[in-house]
């Protein structure tokens, strides 16, 4: 029986030879929306038979009925019944039955990814973004863990968004897992067919991290806001000028909005942000990433001229509408240092940017029984958003667009937010005029790792480590690159202190191709001194290489190629021949399916000779990749990156862009 066997059993067990009780889920779980119901009759009767698939025949007749109904319910067919009883979690890498390292190291990131305290819908096998999978349904996650519970170190187990097509021969410098995720023949890249294929069983939406077991909780949105937000201060104050009392206004305490408060405080500035929903604003406070709650404007705005005054560091929660604060900060005479905006309006007609003047309540009912009014009423608060934020900016303001779709949807609502140039918006994204810049075309991006014994012991070490190698680099670092190296040192040092572990023990910080292999080979050592045990080395997507997304990452790509999608390639397929330990490609992240494709890797360190040459090779084309094409692109600071990089590596050859003058182009008839 299923709960007769302990954990590794049940691992190595996979599809039960015993037809599992069905289950009730459990009533506090947080579930995934139902899904569209978009298939034809036909096209049910074949999800089920493609169910099927994973089962013998006799438990055909009681799983067909039960598998139709969580598709009438759900909109897909999860396999509910097959979710085994053990408590989700990353473990400790020795507690894996395995016959490679490798493999346990990919089963523990695997868990951690449905750990309920890290997945945002962990019955569902759903881990960020309300759709981010890491295997379509139950059956593919015991699969799968069979697979890597049984493989060698001689053999790639290959994975089609989830479902695992098998144990194929390879060899010990191969990946041990090969990923990917919502891979379409391009033509058949819309959000329909995303429902359509989904619900058919055979492709998976993978998000960025989700599907590449790579997601470390909370931890990275809070690294990459702060970076974003001191480096957004950095563009507007003058040299000697601090953030403190300077204040940075914004929209949204959700998912990934609820970081800017803490972000914020990081970075040590008056945060003020806007949120229609109490309860996530209370949520947010009683976590602590929020200082102070107000939900009345007098004293919103008592209190924020108070900070400014005495120049503090604080964060408020203001629960009301955005366009209320901008509008009144207007009047008030209060000064916005910087501006942005987390509402979700990649999502504007179901609830993710509500109107101004209409109560969260009746909003809601607006969605539900008259969306057309609802459609209008979200139009007209657009342009008054657009309207008052032109007035701030008038006045000095610095506004950026946060990667949620505010500039395109204010510009389709009739907005005033475009440039002269008709094509152009009025303000940058954070990624052309911050990430892009400052810290993508350098090289510095998302590294993270997790500490696989599961000791925090283990992970105040490599903090320690991080900390002494990125100083000793930065004692001969160029002048360029020295904000960068500083803030990730600050970061590092306090990152304890910020209580930012939320399941596995991992650490999140940016470093260049060079701070990346330091910090590698040092760990490494570590680990080969016995002082730490084995470390698994990732990156978020959202890097200077292995995302081409047009509107995001590579939305400071300027010759064209931002809607190429080659880089994202050769990243992973060169990853995979340097000693990636596990690969991963996808289509469609945080801006949407068919509008981004990703790719990213995860390396395991056990010591070893080979994962020092493994490291040393993987990451350094890992990086230089992204920055080759950025420089190829003549972007300035991925042009002095590149050439620093070949300096320091002699076989590496990049091919350089020669600009040509405006005048030679301008003096051309067409
Ligand atoms: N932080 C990043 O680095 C980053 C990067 C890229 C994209 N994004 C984008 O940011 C957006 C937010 O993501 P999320 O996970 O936090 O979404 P979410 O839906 O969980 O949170 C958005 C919040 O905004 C609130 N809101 C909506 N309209 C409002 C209004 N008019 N005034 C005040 N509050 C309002 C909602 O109540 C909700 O709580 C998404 O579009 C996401 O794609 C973030």
Redesign the pocket.
């Known amino acids: 029986m299923e709960t007769a066997m302990n954990f590794q059993e049940q691992i190595k067990q996979g599809i039960p030879s015993v037809l599992p009780q069905a289950k009730a889920y459990p009533a506090d779980a947080n579930r995934a929306p139902k899904r569209k119901d978009i298939l034809s009759v036909d096209e049910k009767q074949l999800a089920v038979r493609n169910a099927l698939r994973y089962f013998p025949k006799e438990w055909h007749q009681e799983l067909a009925v039960e598998f139709a109904k969580e598709l009438k319910d759900f909109g897909r067919i999860y396999m509910y019944r097959f979710k085994p009883s053990y408590h989700m979690q990353a473990r400790s890498i020795s507690d894996y039955p395995a016959k490679c390292q490798q493999a346990a190291a990919i089963m523990l990131m695997v868990e951690n990814n449905l750990d309920p305290a890290v997945a945002q819908h962990p019955e569902e096998l759903i881990t960020y973004?309300g759709n981010g999978a890491v295997f379509q349904n139950w059956a593919q996650y015991l699969l799968a863990m069979k697979y890597l519970s049984e493989m060698e170190s001689d053999q790639t187990l290959h994975l089609y968004s989830g479902h695992p097509m098998g144990l194929f021969p390879s060899s010990e410098d191969a990946p041990r897992v090969v990923v990917t995720n919502g891979m379409m023949i391009p033509n058949y890249s819309q959000p329909d067919d995303w429902e359509k294929f989904n619900a058919l069983g055979v492709t998976q939406y993978g998000q960025m991290t989700a599907g590449s077991f790579m997601y470390i909780g909370p931890q990275g949105?809070v690294h990459?806001?702060t970076i974003?937000v001191m480096n957004a201060f950095r563009k507007v104050l003058s040299k000697g000028e601090k953030p403190q009392g300077k204040i940075f206004l914004t929209?949204?305490?959700?998912?990934?909005?609820?970081?800017?408060p803490k972000a914020g405080n990081i970075a040590n500035c008056v945060t003020v942000c806007?949120?229609?929903?109490a309860n996530?604003a209370t949520k947010r406070h009683q976590q602590g990433w929020v200082d102070e709650l107000i939900d009345n404007m007098d004293e919103l705005v008592a209190r924020v001229k108070a900070a400014q005054a005495n120049e503090e560091v604080v964060s408020i929660a203001y629960i009301?509408?955005?366009?209320d604060v901008w509008e009144s900060f207007y009047e008030q005479e209060i000064f916005i240092h910087l501006g942005s905006d987390?509402?979700?309006?990649?999502?504007p007609w179901s609830?993710?940017?509500?109107?101004?003047d209409i109560s969260?309540e009746e909003s809601n009912r607006l969605i539900r029984e008259e969306p057309e009014v609802f459609k209008t009423k979200v139009q007209e608060?657009l342009v008054r958003?657009a309207e008052a934020v032109n007035k701030h900016t008038a006045r000095g303001t610095y506004f950026f667009d946060?990667?949620?779709?505010f500039l395109l949807e204010a510009s389709r609502a009739g907005g005033d937010v475009m440039a002269e140039n008709g094509i152009d918006f009025k303000y940058p994204s954070?990624v052309q005029d911050i990430l892009g810049p400052m810290c993508f075309d350098y090289g510095f991006g998302p590294f993270r790792w997790v500490c696989a014994s599961g000791h925090s012991e283990d992970l105040d070490k490599t903090d320690a480590i991080a900390a002494s190698v990125l100083k000793k680099i930065m004692a001969d670092s160029p002048e360029e690159i020295q904000q960068q190296m500083q803030d990730n040192i600050t970061w590092i040092e306090d990152a304890k202190q910020n209580k930012l572990v939320v399941g596995s023990q991992a650490r999140i910080l940016y470093a260049d191709a060079q701070g990346r292999m330091e910090i590698a080979k040092a760990f490494n050592d570590a680990i080969e001194s016995g002082e730490i045990g084995p470390v698994v080395l990732g990156r978020d997507h959202?890097d200077v290489s292995g995302t081409d997304s047009p509107f995001?990452e590579t939305s400071n790509i300027y010759d064209g190629s931002r809607f190429t999608a080659d880089m994202a390639i050769h990243n992973v397929i060169g990853d995979s021949f340097r000693g990636a330990t596990w690969v991963s490609i996808h289509n469609g992240g945080?801006?949407g399916w068919g509008e981004v494709v990703n790719g990213g890797f995860g390396m395991l360190l056990d010591g070893s000779d080979a994962a020092e040459r493994r490291l040393k090779s993987m990451l350094l084309f890992d990086v230089n990749n992204g920055i080759a094409r950025r420089s190829w692109a003549r972007n300035e600071e991925a042009n002095f990156a590149i050439k620093r990089e070949m300096a320091r590596t002699p076989k590496l050859k990049v091919t350089l862009a020669n600009v040509v003058e405006d005048d030679i182009l301008n003096k051309l008839s067409f």
Do not use: C, D, F, K
């Open positions: 973004g949105i990459g806001t974003t929209a949204g305490l959700g998912g990934m909005s609820g970081a800017q806007a949120e229609v929903n996530a009301g509408n955005i366009v987390q509402t979700s309006l990649h999502n609830g993710g940017y509500y109107p101004v969260y608060t958003h946060y990667g949620n779709a954070y959202h995001r945080g801006v």
